[in-house]
C-alpha cells in the first residue's frame, strides 16, 4: 500500500472517529441553568457565613502561609542559597545547541541536591503539612463536621496552597538558571499527590477551590513529569510555562491565599 | 432596548464566522454581563454545537461530552467578565473547553487504570489490531492512543476541521507547534495503518 493510499485511508477513517450525534442543546442548557443557580446560592451562602470562621483561619494561618510566600519570592528574586548545586551528570544532560534554543528559557540540567539547599528545607517543611492534608481529604466531608476539623482542613489547604506556590516558584528559578535541583521531582510528586487527594476530596466543596486544585493538579503533573525524565526538553519547558500563565496559576494561588487569609500580606 | 437586544440575539443565534464576529462577540458579552438572559442563551446556541462536537470527538462518550460542554459553559459564564476581546469569543470558549476536556479525561484514565499517556503508539496499536480486521476501528484506535498532545491536535485539525490558527488559540500554542504536533500525528497513524496494511494487503 503506498503513502496516497494510507493518507487517503487516514482521511477517510478520521471522519468518523467518535461520530457525534444530535446536540441535547436543551438539557443540557436546563442543567447549565440548575448548576450555576446553585452556585450562585452557595457563593450567596458563602458571603453570610460569619467571617469569624475566615479570620481566625487567617490569624492561625498567617505565621506559617506568610514563611512559605516569603520563602517563595526569596526563591524568585534569585537571593543566592547557602550552596550551590553540582551538576551530578552533564554528559548524560547535555544543554542543546543555540540553534534548537527556542525560548529564552534554558534546558534545565539536574544537579544533585545539596543538603543544605533552600529547596530541600522548602520541601522538609511543606511535608507535614502535606501529611496534614492528606489525612483530612481522606476523611468523610470536613465540611459538615465540628468547627475545629472544619478550620484544621481550610489551614492545611491554605498551607498546601502556599507550599505549592514555592515549589512552583523554585522550579521557575532552577529552569531560569538552567539548573534543576534533584529534590523538586520528589517535591513536586509529593505535593501532586496531596493536590489530586485534595481535589477529589468531598471536603472540597468550594467549585473556585476545585477549579485551583485543577490548574494545580495540570501544572504539578507537567513539572513532575519534567523533573522525572530530565528530558531537558525546552519545548516541555515552554508548555508548562504557558500553562502556568494561561491559568494564571501562580496569580490564583496568591489571590487565593491572600483573600482567605487577610493577615498574610505581601 | 428590547429590540436591540432581539436582534443582537438573534444575529447572535444565526452567526456565521464571517459576520463582524467580534462586534457581535462584545454585543453578546455585554449583555451576558448585564445579566441578560435572552444574550445568555444566544451566546450558547451560537456556540454548543461546535463545543458539543468537539468534546464529543475527544470523549467519544455522550454522557462525558454533555458533561465537559456544560462545565465549559457554566465556567465561560462565570469567567465572562475576563474575556477581554484579544481572541474570538469562540476561540475562548475552545480554550476552557480543551482544558476541561484534558483534565475530564486524565481523570477517566487515571480511574480505568489507563495513567500513562500512550506514547508508543504504534507498538499498542499494532498489539490491539492483531484482533481486529477492520481497518477503520484500527485507525480508531490509533487515535486514541495517541498521546495527549498530539489527539486532541489531530482531532480538531483532521477531524473537526479547524485551522491551525484556532488550534493554537485553543490550545495556547504556536502555530508552528500545532503544525509540528499535526504532522506527528499523521506520522504515528500512518505507521499504524502501514503495519497493518503489510499485514492484509499485498
Known amino acids: 500500500m503506498n503513502d496516497d493510499r494510507i493518507d487517503e485511508l487516514l482521511a477517510r477513517g478520521a471522519r468518523d472517529y467518535n461520530q457525534p450525534g444530535p446536540v441535547p442543546r436543551d438539557e443540557m442548557w436546563a442543567r447549565i441553568q440548575a448548576s450555576r443557580q446553585s452556585l450562585r446560592a452557595a457563593s450567596a451562602a458563602r458571603t453570610s457565613r460569619p467571617i469569624l470562621i475566615w479570620t481566625s483561619v487567617g490569624i492561625a494561618a498567617a505565621v506559617i502561609l506568610s514563611v512559605g510566600i516569603t520563602i517563595g519570592r526569596r526563591v524568585e528574586r534569585g537571593v543566592p542559597t547557602a550552596t550551590a548545586p553540582v551538576a551530578a551528570n552533564p554528559v548524560a544532560s547535555p544543554r542543546r545547541d543555540s540553534a534548537s534554543t527556542r525560548s529564552t528559557v534554558r534546558p ?19 511535608k507535614t503539612t502535606d501529611r496534614r492534608a492528606r489525612e483530612l481529604a481522606a476523611a468523610p466531608d470536613q465540611t459538615g463536621g465540628p468547627p475545629a476539623t472544619n478550620l484544621a482542613y481550610h489551614l492545611v489547604v491554605l498551607q498546601h496552597l502556599a507550599g505549592s506556590e514555592a515549589m512552583i516558584t523554585a522550579f521557575r528559578t532552577s529552569a531560569h538558571r538552567g539548573e534543576m535541583d534533584a529534590d523538586l521531582a520528589t517535591w513536586s510528586r509529593e505535593l501532586l499527590s496531596t493536590t ?44 508548562i510555562e504557558q500553562s502556568i500563565t494561561a491559568r494564571g496559576v501562580i496569580g490564583k494561588l496568591r489571590g487565593t491565599v491572600s483573600a482567605r487569609n487577610p493577615a498574610a500580606g505581601t | 432596548m428590547l429590540l436591540d437586544c432581539t436582534n443582537v440575539v438573534t444575529e447572535a443565534a444565526n452567526a456565521q464566522p464571517s459576520a463582524h464576529p467580534r462586534l457581535l462577540d462584545r454585543q453578546l458579552v455585554t449583555r451576558c454581563l448585564a445579566q ?18 468537539l468534546m464529543y470527538r475527544m470523549a467519544g462518550d455522550a454522557d462525558l461530552a454533555a458533561d465537559f460542554t456544560q462545565e465549559t459553559f457554566i465556567r465561560a459564564f462565570e469567567r465572562l467578565e475576563q474575556f477581554r476581546g484579544d481572541s474570538s469569543l469562540a476561540t475562548w470558549l475552545h480554550t476552557i473547553a480543551v482544558s476541561i476536556a484534558l483534565n475530564g479525561m486524565r481523570k477517566v484514565n487515571r480511574i480505568q487504570g489507563r495513567t500513562e499517556m500512550i506514547d508508543n503508539m504504534p507498538s499498542l496499536a499494532a498489539e490491539a489490531f492483531r484482533f481486529t480486521g477492520d481497518l477503520k476501528a484500527r485507525l480508531h484506535a490509533a487515535i486514541d492512543a495517541l498521546s495527549e498532545k498530539l489527539r486532541p491536535v489531530f482531532v480538531m485539525h483532521d477531524v473537526e476541521g479547524y ?32 503495519a497493518f496494511a503489510g499485514d492484509h494487503v499485498t
Open chain 2, 36 to 53: 441578560d438572559a435572552l444574550a445568555e442563551r444566544a451566546l450558547y446556541d451560537a456556540h454548543v454545537d461546535r463545543v458539543y462536537r
Open chain 1, 108 to 126: 534545565a540540567t539536574i544537579v544533585a541536591t545539596n543538603r543544605d539547599s533552600l529547596i530541600r528545607q522548602l520541601r522538609e517543611q511543606t
Open chain 2, 163 to 194: 485551522t491551525h490558527e484556532e488550534i493554537a488559540g485553543s490550545l495556547g500554542i504556536p502555530v508552528g507547534t500545532s503544525k509540528a504536533r499535526l504532522f506527528d500525528a499523521r506520522a504515528k497513524l500512518r505507521i499504524a495503518l502501514a
Open chain 1, 196 to 239: 489530586r487527594m485534595l481535589e477529589s476530596s468531598a471536603a472540597t466543596q468550594d467549585p473556585t477551590m476545585k477549579r485551583l486544585l485543577e490548574d494545580l493538579d495540570l501544572v504539578i503533573a507537567q513539572i513532575v513529569q519534567y523533573t522525572t525524565h530530565g528530558t531537558n526538553n525546552s519545548e516541555d519547558l515552554d508548555l
